[in-house]
């Protein structure tokens, strides 16, 4: 979904709110076909934006061959494998500042761009797709020992059914784990058609196989029996901060650490995601 409507803020009136929604409801009912491929084209482009990080010494770019357009990928270290995702209209320049730390710390950071955004191919962007990116990233790699998600890649690695996933710890950066209401709220706060928006919604399940209902990352969390930390900004604006608390009140394996002042994605480079990081590996030396 475009910048201009999944980070839209609400308000009590907007006349271009309204103004959208009568020209997409009349846009849908005169002529069908073409409605539904400008909205696809509309809420389903992401924005490729590059955060300004410097680019750490050493780093290294391949491609992964993917249904969606090939990815891809950014490795800077040796070691086993922590495996990063972005969100929505995101990419791995906002990972930069991480990675240098997961590989000074004897892992190899492996991000990627999803389809659509970053340097990767594709043109559109939704959760099956970033579902089936993120299985094709973990197929062509060996030795996945974390992963690190921010905002709807969090959703997607929860959505995710891959073996090589299911027991390894996970760093959830201000996770969107609402993702059916998120997602929801945010086309009726655009005032975009809910009929035109059910059509677009309704090619991309018969495509993909993959019902709206049955995304439920929340209840994906609560069953998973891995180590979890989410750390969250308390005023974030995008990603519901209340559903990390609950979610973490919830399973014994979820750890939330709030933070103040960094919003949805400065969050990504804190101190306190680096030191999630060290308290998962930590954890995970104790064990063995």
């Known amino acids: 979904m475009s910048n201009k409507i999944y980070f839209n803020t609400p308000s ?33 482009t992401p924005v490729r934006i590059k955060v300004k990080n410097v680019e750490p010494q050493g780093m290294v770019r391949g491609k992964v061959p993917c249904s ?11 070691g086993p494998v922590w495996l990063i995702t972005h969100g929505w209209s995101g990419s791995t320049t906002q990972f930069y500042p991480l ?18 955004h970053g340097e990767s191919e594709g043109q559109f962007g939704h959760l099956p797709a970033f579902v089936n990116a993120l299985d094709a990233m ?16 969090s959703a997607a690695v929860l959505e995710s059914k891959h073996q090589k996933l299911t027991q390894v710890p996970l760093l959830l950066v201000a996770p969107v784990l609402n993702y059916l209401e998120n997602l929801m709220m945010a086309v009726q706060r655009s005032g975009f058609s809910i009929k035109l928006f059910n059509d677009v919604i309704s090619e991309i399940e018969q495509q993909y196989r993959y019902p ?19 750390v969250h900004d308390k005023a974030d604006k995008f990603a519901n901060f209340s559903i990390s608390e609950q979610l973490t009140e919830q399973s014994q394996w979820v750890n939330l650490k709030e933070v103040e002042g960094y919003g949805h994605n400065r969050v990504m480079k804190s101190d306190e995601v680096m030191q999630a990081f060290e308290q998962l590996v930590e954890n995970a030396a104790l064990k063995k």
């Open 138 to 153: 973990v197929d062509s790699c060996d030795n996945i020992v974390g992963i690190v998600a921010h905002s709807m890649g």
């Open 12 to 44: 009590r009136f907007s006349l271009k709110r309204s103004l959208v929604n009568v020209s997409t409801r009349l846009h849908h009912t005169l002529a069908r076909g073409h409605a539904i491929k400008t909205a696809k084209k509309l809420l389903l």
């Open 99 to 116: 990675m240098e730390h997961i590989a000074q710390q004897g892992f190899t950071a492996l991000a990627f761009d999803y389809a659509g």
């Open 68 to 78: 969606e357009g090939a990815l891809t990928t950014f490795t800077l270290g040796k």
């Open 212 to 230: 709206l209902q049955s995304i439920n990352p929340q209840q994906y969390l609560i069953e998973r029996q891995s180590p979890t930390i989410i």
